[in-house]
């Protein structure tokens, strides 16, 4: 629980907007909850966090984190169940991912457990705004950015963190089209790759943009020394089905993004006594796998991707096709997922919490 220091001041909004909502037609990250959390830091400490309406924030125009890049952020997601009862899927593993990017932008850390206290208690305040409807979701997004008005080089000494949750529905509305970049680069080693940093996103826009301008939804980043492994796909993470095993790059670098959802594929997978291999994985050996058949399966896996199947994958000139037929694994996958977050099948492994 929260130290009483910290305490939850709630002002709840006047005016709720949720009548203005069409939930049968949910798009992704255009519709905001009634409140947000807002808790500032200064002094070397975290203040009174306040739940107030959502709105927007002033800013000084010298914000440091607009000129030097100190922000950062998370993603989870909370679903109803037929009940009508809460449950945020395992946002200790985000609170620990916030943590490792905090150290790594040099911004002030939150407990973790303050960190999920915070994310529940909005998430309670907004409970009308989580949709019932299969597959749509509440999506929570906290975030942290650098407040100094200040120009120089150093790490800010007061920060904002906040937490707005959106209702939605899905990410990708169709199958996905990735492209295997082989000059632009997301992360090298040594670099931010694995903080979830607002910078890493702004820099895959060019890239990307040339990827979409050719008719691919996504690239699938490689390695930034030879670009012959594969690593993510920037806004998920990468898994294959070769020869029944379930392959995915193994994140032993810090240039892979710790995904949530491809953790919880892989513990899925191994419980099931699916064979599961975390390790390096070549662009020959994929461009080969899907040539020669043995490649099943392909697909991304995030918070708001969910389970996203890839159906071609472009490799220079060409364009490999991958059908959707057959692909069991990452269905039964899904499936499983979306009821255990849903509430519809037993929580063996605890990771929904119970807003
Ligand atoms: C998420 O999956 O939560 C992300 O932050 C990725 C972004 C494309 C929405």
């Known amino acids: 629980m929260l130290p009483e220091t910290l305490s939850i001041k709630v002002t709840p909004t006047a005016h709720s907007r949720i009548g203005e909502v069409d939930f049968d037609n949910l798009p992704f990250g255009r519709i905001f909850s009634d409140h947000m959390l807002v808790m500032d830091y200064k002094d070397g400490e975290w203040q009174q966090p306040e739940i107030m309406a959502f709105g927007n924030l002033s800013l000084h125009p010298a914000t440091s984190a607009i000129h030097y890049g100190q922000s950062i952020f998370e993603g989870m997601k909370a679903n109803k169940t037929e009940d009508g009862e809460i449950l945020i899927f395992r946002p200790e593993m985000n609170a620990h991912r916030f943590k490792e990017s905090c150290e790594r932008m040099c911004m002030p850390t939150i407990p973790e457990e303050v960190f999920i206290e915070l994310v529940r208690k909005t998430v309670e305040v907004d409970k009308d705004w989580v949709p019932s409807k299969d597959g749509d979701s509440l999506y929570i997004r906290p975030f942290m950015f650098a407040t100094d008005d200040f120009i120089g080089i150093k790490p800010s000494e007061t920060y904002k963190f906040v937490i707005f949750t ?37 820099a895959a826009l060019f890239p990307a943009k040339q990827g979409q301008l050719k008719g691919f939804h996504q690239l699938v980043w ?134």
């Open 166 to 202: 959106c209702p939605v529905g899905a990410y990708y509305s169709e199958p996905v089209n990735v492209k295997i970049e082989e000059f632009y680069t997301r992360a090298s080693e040594g670099g931010v790759g694995r903080a979830k940093t607002a910078g890493n996103y702004g």
């Open 222 to 355: 490689t390695d930034s020394k030879e670009h012959k492994y594969i690593e993510e796909s920037g806004t998920m993470n990468i898994v294959f089905v070769i020869n029944g095993v379930l392959v995915t790059p193994s994140e032993d670098t810090d240039t892979i993004l710790r995904g949530v959802t491809k953790r919880s594929v892989i513990e899925i997978a191994q419980s099931w006594g699916i064979p599961v291999e975390e390790r390096k994985v070549s662009v020959e050996e994929v461009v080969n796998a899907i040539k020669d058949g043995s490649m099943t399966d392909a697909f991304g896996a995030g918070t708001a991707a969910t389970i996203a199947p890839i159906v071609k994958i472009g490799f220079r000139d060409e364009v490999l096709n991958l059908p959707l037929e057959g692909r069991e694994i990452s269905t039964k996958i899904k499936n499983y997922l979306d009821d255990l977050k849903a509430g519809k099948v037993e929580d063996t492994h605890g990771w929904c919490l119970h807003v």
